[in-house]
């Protein structure tokens, strides 16, 4: 495996290039982030917080860590690790660079270890992004091979123009904050929710669903749209705790009615429908 963490981090206080040294990033103005043990450095500074400990919980984060190690998102993470290789190749073939990308909103680092072990011995350079630090600790935790950073996608401590690609799975976009640390030419790869997705569940937790929203057909300013695709398939949990952990990592634990997830706390199985549609948007040269 010949991934490095990436490298270009900019202080979150000046912007100002960091510098790695005896265990910690440092900036030229003297400002400084400590390097946790676990190998994440903690780049959300008290100011940019919402509250005291924002992003999802230490439950949230196990809960998703187990409902996906258990498989039944794989297909998507095959799917956007297929799609991001065929991007990042060329770069990767043409031998002048290492390809450099960013999980906005990383969780527990799923989805760009199995990226990872897609490039196999392909060169690339990654970095994990999220709010939470629970999250990010679960994520330094399991691989090494990226940069693991507490950090908000409203205000990315990477220097501009240091990303050949970005992912960003059920997230919060910030296109002009994608826009500021891509290349001209590099890619978002965008998975969204799809009207059906986990519909089966929504209809146990809520008295009646809301029409979907129409998703918009537009590309972000700044950047094309070059490819979107549908993915449909089925995940049959058996056993309580999948359909605990699913709702537990997702905000539908905290939206659904009392009743509602009463009924969902008796089920002894459910089979729930992935719906996603994955978007790749390509960042356009006349962007400054």
Same mark, same amino acid.
């Given at each position: 495996?010949? #991934?490095?963490?990436? $490298?270009?981090?900019?202080?979150?206080?000046?912007?100002?290039?960091?510098?790695? #040294?005896?265990?910690?990033?440092?900036?030229?103005?003297?400002?400084?982030?400590?390097? =946790?043990?676990? +190998?994440?450095?903690?780049?959300?500074?008290?100011?940019?917080?919402? #509250?005291?400990?924002?992003?999802?919980?230490?439950? /949230?984060? =196990?809960?998703?860590?187990?409902?996906?190690?258990?498989?039944?998102?794989? +297909?998507?993470?095959?799917?956007?690790?297929?799609?991001? /290789?065929?991007?990042?190749?060329?770069?990767?073939?043409?031998?002048?660079?290492?390809?450099?990308? &960013?999980? !906005? +909103?990383?969780?527990? +680092?799923?989805?760009?270890?199995?990226?990872?072990?897609?490039?196999?011995?392909?060169?690339?350079?990654?970095?994990?992004?999220?709010?939470?630090?629970?999250?990010?600790?679960?994520?330094?935790?399991?691989?090494?091979?990226?940069?693991?950073?507490?950090? #908000?996608? =409203?205000?990315?401590?990477?220097?501009?123009?240091?990303?050949?690609?970005?992912?960003?799975?059920?997230?919060?976009?910030?296109?002009?904050?994608?826009?500021?640390?891509?290349?001209?030419?590099?890619?978002?790869?965008?998975?969204?929710?799809?009207?059906?997705?986990?519909?089966?569940?929504?209809?146990?937790?809520?008295?009646?669903?809301?029409?979907?929203?129409?998703? $918009?057909?537009? !590309?972000?300013?700044?950047?094309?749209?070059? =490819?979107?695709?549908?993915?449909?398939?089925?995940?049959?949990?058996?056993?309580?705790?999948?359909?605990?952990?699913?709702?537990? /990592?997702?905000?539908?634990?905290?939206?659904?009615?009392?009743?509602?997830?009463?009924?969902?706390?008796? &089920?002894?199985?459910?089979?729930?429908?992935?719906?996603?549609?994955?978007?790749?948007?390509?960042?356009?040269?006349?962007?400054?």
């Amino acid at each position: 495996m010949t #991934s490095i963490p990436f $490298d270009a981090l900019a202080c979150p206080l000046d912007h100002s290039p960091l510098m790695r #040294s005896d265990g910690a990033w440092r900036c030229e103005h003297g400002h400084s982030f400590d390097i =946790a043990r676990q +190998g994440y450095v903690h780049l959300l500074p008290v100011q940019k917080k919402r #509250s005291l400990d924002p992003g999802d919980s230490k439950p /949230m984060v =196990a809960a998703r860590r187990r409902f996906l190690e258990a498989g039944y998102y794989a +297909g998507i993470a095959e799917a956007v690790s297929q799609r991001a /290789m065929a991007a990042l190749n060329p770069m990767i073939t043409s031998g002048n660079t290492v390809p450099a990308v &960013l999980d !906005a +909103g990383c969780g527990e +680092g799923y989805y760009l270890r199995h990226l990872n072990a897609a490039a196999g011995e392909l060169p690339l350079s990654m970095i994990g992004v999220d709010i939470s630090k629970w999250a990010v600790l679960s994520a330094a935790k399991r691989e090494k091979a990226c940069c693991w950073v507490v950090g #908000s996608n =409203a205000n990315l401590p990477v220097l501009p123009a240091s990303l050949d690609l970005i992912l960003c799975l059920f997230g919060f976009p910030s296109y002009g904050e994608f826009a500021r640390v891509l290349k001209p030419g590099g890619r978002i790869l965008q998975v969204d929710a799809g009207a059906d997705h986990l519909k089966e569940l929504r209809e146990i937790i809520y008295p009646e669903l809301k029409p979907p929203r129409e998703r $918009d057909s537009g !590309a972000p300013e700044g950047f094309e749209e070059r =490819a979107s695709s549908t993915l449909r398939s089925t995940a049959v949990l058996g056993g309580q705790y999948p359909i605990a952990d699913l709702l537990a /990592m997702t905000p539908h634990l905290y939206r659904g009615s009392a009743e509602g997830l009463e009924r969902a706390a008796t &089920l002894s199985t459910l089979t729930v429908t992935v719906d996603v549609v994955i978007r790749e948007f390509e960042r356009q040269l006349d962007r400054v």
